[in-house]
């Protein structure tokens, strides 16, 4: 992988990170606690509320896994280790890294 795919991999990597971040930021209301009001929300209006704070909650998850994993590639990049398969060490194709650039393993070794 030449110098200019890796800073295009690098550029698109903090881009997704950048755009995580923003959705962790934009759904801090709705992982926010459930507050106890009778008068305001009935019990299966409360109920729901509460099963959608678990869903961001969870969502929030996923993303801040996802930016460990790009964290990652990034240093893979800085090693120069970023589009080799981990397990044979051949070339990742680049087009599966455009799609998953936290990819580790080529199709041959993915597939088993």
Not at 25 to 31: D, G, H, L, M, R
Not at 93 to 109: F, G, Q, V, W, Y
Request: charged share 25%.
């Amino acid at each position: 992988m030449d110098k200019s795919q890796r800073e295009h991999f690098g550029e698109l990597i903090q881009t997704r990170i950048k755009a995580l971040r923003t959705e962790i930021a934009a759904s801090q209301s709705a992982t926010a606690t459930v507050q106890l009001d009778q008068q305001m929300v009935g019990r299966l209006s409360r109920m729901d509320a509460i099963q959608q704070q678990a869903m961001a909650v969870a969502a929030n998850r996923r993303r801040l896994a996802e930016i460990q994993q790009l964290q990652a590639a990034l240093a893979r990049i800085d090693e120069g280790e970023f589009g080799y398969c981990e397990d044979c060490g051949d070339e990742i194709a680049p087009k599966r890294l455009e799609i998953s650039p936290t990819t580790t393993r080529c199709m041959s070794c993915a597939s088993g």
